[in-house]
């Protein structure tokens, strides 16, 4: 471990440097900046409260309710929690992205540093870590939390799958953990880096990743299946109908001599334009078959940026489910760290252009972010407001802009749409609410909860269905007399399924570990000997 302080300690400081806007600054003003900051605080909320996995966000568009974390990857916001208990959520954004950059450049040196000299896998890990698309676009740009995250587990894969191919008691169960931690992160980024790991699994001699890959993804089963159920209602493809947000719209083209995207601006053309221009160089001068794997990957993520890949995103659903070509540059930036850190254990002459051109491809997006930085910055003095969610659209059938939810969560907790009575809210969570309703004839209640498939109700021990009403909102019919009831978003079978698989995997993962700590039965510890009679 000495070997390792001073590049540790390097990085450390480097963390610090590039994170230094986020200390001085704030978290960026970034594309979904304040669905982020909503969404660490009502997590943080229900999670300090005792549940274990919160869904359903109880507390956002003011109090209507959202099935965010039926398809949003909860890892990065567990990880968040610990700093949002104790101090604001854009503040708790920034220190955990902070953390992000810090353990990328760590997890990417080591990775490096399992087949690269010291020198090689520390400048490797550097450009990783303060990479274009990472640092400029993903952080201080897009504000993309939980892609930022997403480069932290790529390198720990492929960190343990160097140590299984020398077979390290543990690597295998390391590729579960750390494949399951980037599917609950960013299942986008986990998307385009499966194909990547098992190539570079087989190309390695490594068949058994196979295994760590399928037994991470039933680690994540109990977020991803739920996940998969849930896209026919709170779907992304709702948000592509807007046109700015089409996959063709955001193609990599060679204008003016910049490689540029109709829907971006100039810190996002630098950054696609150098990193690229050094991939090819890279690509050249690693030339050799050790290389040859990360050339081949970043020349395959390139041209999946490109309108040559435009019949994939035609005929292939999944593929239009990663949105945007450009994200392919997660896949890239991994390609160039790896052919840096090749390049620079090649030779001596060669390593001071590599290097210092490397610096110059991560430094220039970075300087064009940071000097506008502070202007953006004021938003941080605004409200929270009524803690709105961007995808309320997408599910809901009510009124789902700022302006009509926030009329929405003034209204009563509960109200009569016919009939007439009381009623009262005696107790409720996040998923069950218990009301005491009287009335004489009988009566269709609202409830002040936006409507998503699976809420019921339950009167005298039997259950139905909710429906929604003409505002979106949850109602149900009372009858006649005094009535307790029970409005409840039970565990629904793709929940239930999910927990079961993970659960499984655990237990699988748990016997891979112990394993090879455990002798076989009928040996001993004392070497035994024949009797000499």
């Known amino acids: 471990m000495r070997r390792n302080g001073r590049p540790i300690l390097f990085l450390s400081l480097l963390a610090v440097l590039a994170g230094m806007p986020l200390l001085l600054y704030g978290y960026p003003f970034g594309h979904d900046v304040v669905a982020h900051s909503v969404r660490v605080q009502h997590f943080t ?5 005792g549940e274990f996995y919160p869904r359903w966000m109880a507390g956002m568009n003011g109090g209507l309710g959202s099935p965010d974390f039926f398809v949003y990857g909860p890892a990065p916001f567990y990880i968040t929690a610990v700093f949002a208990a104790w101090m604001d959520p854009l503040h708790a954004l920034a220190a955990s992205t902070l953390l992000a950059i810090w353990l990328s450049g760590l997890v990417a040196y080591f990775w490096l540093r399992s087949v690269a000299t010291g020198v090689a896998a520390t400048i490797g890990a550097c450009f990783y870590m303060l990479a274009p698309y990472h640092l400029a676009i993903d952080v201080y740009e897009r504000a993309a939390f939980a892609e930022s995250w997403a480069f932290v587990w790529m390198p720990l894969v492929l960190l343990f799958m160097e140590r299984l191919r020398r077979g390290k008691r543990g690597a295998l169960s390391g590729i579960s953990v750390a494949y399951a931690l980037l599917v609950m992160t960013h299942p986008i980024t986990a998307v385009l880096f499966t194909p990547v790991v098992l190539l570079f699994g087989w190309r390695k001699g490594v068949a058994s990743c196979l295994d760590g890959v399928l037994l991470g993804a039933g680690l994540s089963a109990f977020y991803i299946i739920p996940a998969i159920a849930h896209e026919r209602y709170v779907s992304t493809s709702g948000l592509r109908v807007d046109p700015d947000f089409h996959w063709a719209r955001h193609f990599l083209w060679v204008d003016r001599g910049l490689l540029w995207l109709p829907a971006s601006d100039q810190s996002f053309r630098w950054a696609l334009t150098w990193t690229l221009l050094l991939t090819l160089g890279l690509g050249l001068l690693c030339l050799r078959r050790r290389s040859m794997f990360w050339t081949l990957a970043a020349t395959a993520a390139a041209l999946f940026m490109t309108p040559l890949s435009a019949p994939l995103w035609e005929w292939w659903g999944i593929v239009r489910a990663l949105q945007f070509p450009w994200r392919a540059q997660a896949i890239v930036t991994l390609a160039v760290a790896a052919l840096l850190a090749a390049a620079i254990e090649a030779g001596r002459p060669r390593s001071v252009v590599v290097t210092l051109t490397a610096a110059l491809v991560t430094l220039v997006p970075f300087a064009t972010v940071v000097m506008n930085y502070p202007a953006r910055q004021a938003y941080h003095e605004a409200p929270m407001g009524i803690g709105y969610d961007v ?10 802009d700022p302006g009509g939810i ?3 969560s003034r209204l009563p907790e509960g109200s009569f749409l ?13 998923r069950v609410i218990h009301i005491l309703v009287e009335t004489e004839t009988g009566a269709t209640i609202q409830l ?3 409507y998503y498939p699976g809420w019921e109700f339950e009167i005298g021990g039997r259950a139905a269905p909710t429906r929604p009403d003409a505002l979106g909102l949850i109602s149900f019919e009372a009858p006649a007399g005094q009535s307790s009831v029970i409005v409840r978003l039970p565990w629904e ?4 399924a999910g927990m079961w698989v993970s659960l499984a995997s655990l237990l699988g993962v748990i016997s891979l570990t112990v394993r090879p700590y455990v002798r076989p039965s009928g040996e001993s510890g004392a070497v035994r000997r024949d009797d000499p009679k």
């Open 45 to 49: 909320a229900q999670l300090l409260s």
């Open 391 to 400: 995808i309320t659209r997408v599910w809901s059938k009510a009124q789902a």
């Open 406 to 408: 926030e009329q929405l």
């Open 418 to 430: 016919t009939g007439g009575g009381s009623l009262r809210v005696e107790r409720q969570s996040a």
């Open 448 to 450: 002040r909860r936006l």
């Open 493 to 496: 079978a793709s929940e239930k």
